[in-house]
């Protein structure tokens, strides 16, 4: 009897052997194409908001095409890689910004190459006097009081992961020290130049 049991654990323990790699596989196929089917849809959703369509300013049109998605291979997108798809993608935009801004200062992150290979000149520092460029977190609630008043009508500030907290965005967008903001689904980018017509834009990124 004792012998019988034995057989059967083996054999159990031979089947999941056997199926858990396959089944493994399948979740991960499955994970991967349903993740692809989600930035379809939500490229489709917003595809009436492509490359600055329908803007009337020139200078919020000039943004979107040429910063937001421009699509120049820059010599430094060669180093610049990542495994994560949503951080490179993020990175890069976030190369093109810090091109765009020439910030001299800027908080340390996770991005910082990317940033300091859209601006040599920019240093790292713990403490900003006044914002330049900035980046912070949907739910950074704390962060972005605390920038505000560093902001001035050249600041530039982007929130990620808007997607996350939609009722925050609204929030932020509506605020009455806030400029132009444009909504890029995975990020927001917000100005502060109050002598501009305040509008906001949804943008196919």
Not at 102 to 115: F, G, K, N, R, V
Not at 118 to 123: F, L, S, T, W
């Amino acid at each position: 009897m004792q012998n019988y049991k034995i057989k059967v654990k083996l054999r159990w323990e031979i089947q999941i052997y056997l199926v858990s790699p396959f089944a493994f596989c399948l979740d991960i196929c499955i994970f991967a194409w349903m993740n692809q089917m989600k930035r379809w849809i939500i490229w489709l959703s917003r595809i009436h908001h492509c490359r600055g369509f329908g803007i009337q300013s020139p200078t919020d049109y000039a943004f979107v095409r040429y910063v937001v998605n421009e699509r120049w291979p820059y010599y430094a997108y060669a180093r610049l890689t990542s495994d994560d798809w949503l951080k490179q993608k993020l990175g890069r935009l976030y190369f093109r910004l810090a091109n765009y801004r020439q910030p001299a200062a800027m908080l340390p992150d996770s991005y910082q190459a990317y940033w300091q290979a859209g601006c040599k000149r920019v240093r790292f520092v713990n403490e900003l006097s006044t914002v330049e460029l900035a980046r912070l977190e949907i739910e950074d609630t704390d962060g972005y009081e605390r920038m505000l008043p560093k902001c001035h009508e050249g600041s530039v500030m982007v929130v990620e992961g808007i997607c996350r907290d939609p009722q925050r965005w609204r929030a932020i967008v509506q605020d009455e020290r806030v400029g132009v903001t444009f909504d890029l689904y995975y990020c927001g980018i917000i100005f502060f130049d109050n002598k501009r017509y305040k509008q906001h834009y949804i943008i196919n990124f």
